[in-house]
């Protein structure tokens, strides 16, 4: 069987070339509605120009750069374990996913739009129903018939607890905990799976890594918001956010990529 598909490559590609070609045009005609000062509190002053936080915004491009690798990666079946390519589309989906993260969170911090601030907050709930449903999945030794129903679940549900518009301490939007109860489960259940290990074993060294990035990520998102702040920098504790968060997701996808089966324990 060969050992290299380009395909998983291809579609990330491909989703990076439309979805940044459609933000550029989405600014430049004013898609997305007028500046509300949405995201305006992550400390980066607004410019002159299209572009109205730039390091926020190209920052971004760290999402588009993890999520290209993880195609990269998809496509060597040979170094994907034992697990992951049954589920090829999956792979494929999420590294898809992955780019779409940035364009969309940068649609928010070069506009400061309503309509960009919605895309931004989607794509959290995107990834966050990918990894949770995929765990799930495993966990339920289920097939991708559930992880779909459980991923439109979950994000359905995060859209609805962001309906409230109320402020919500420490994470400001209900949708930003909703966000976090998903990744939170998917921690939990994969640190259950590597537990219960009877027929496939994960490296959970590098769950580690990416649960160390996104919480170090975290830390530096609520420090920079004002305490740390200068907002005329290019150098954003926010921009470091998004790199970190994009390390974080191509570090989960190596722990998929590390399942294998293991051999039953004789009795």
């Given at each position: 069987m060969p050992t290299r598909s380009l395909r998983p490559l291809a579609c990330a590609a491909l989703t990076a070339v439309v979805s940044i070609g459609l933000l550029v045009i989405a600014i430049r005609a004013g898609w997305l509605g007028p500046d509300v000062g949405r995201g305006a509190n992550f400390c980066e002053a607004a410019r002159d120009g299209w572009v109205k936080q730039p390091a926020n915004s190209f920052s971004n491009l760290g999402f588009v750069v993890a999520g290209l690798v993880i195609g990269w990666h998809a496509g060597r079946v040979d170094r994907l374990g034992d697990v992951l390519p049954a589920h090829a589309?999956?792979?494929?989906?999420?590294g898809c996913v992955v780019v779409f993260l940035g364009p969309a969170s940068a649609a928010m911090h070069a506009t400061q739009s309503e309509r960009g601030g919605d895309l931004d907050l989607l794509s959290m709930y995107l990834v966050a129903a990918f990894a949770a449903a995929y765990a799930l999945m495993r966990w339920y030794r289920q097939g991708r018939v559930l992880f779909l129903q459980l991923f439109l679940l979950f994000v359905a549900a995060c859209e609805l607890a962001g309906l409230y518009d109320g402020q919500v301490p420490v994470v400001d939007f209900?949708?930003?905990?909703a966000?976090?109860?998903?990744?939170?489960?998917?921690?939990?259940?994969e640190v259950r799976l590597w537990r219960r290990a009877d027929r496939t074993r994960t490296d959970l060294w590098w769950g580690a890594?990416?649960?160390?990035?996104?919480?170090v990520a975290f830390a530096i998102w609520n420090v920079t918001k004002s305490w740390w702040c200068d907002p005329h920098s290019l150098l954003q504790g926010h921009a470091a956010w998004h790199l970190l968060?994009?390390?974080?997701?191509y570090l989960l996808f190596r722990l998929w990529a590390s399942e294998r089966?293991?051999?039953?324990?004789?009795?």
């Open positions: 589309p999956l792979a494929t989906a999420y209900a949708g930003n905990i966000f976090a109860a998903l990744l939170l489960t998917a921690v939990i259940v890594g990416a649960l160390a990035a996104i919480l968060d994009a390390a974080s997701a089966s293991v051999e039953p324990v004789a009795r």
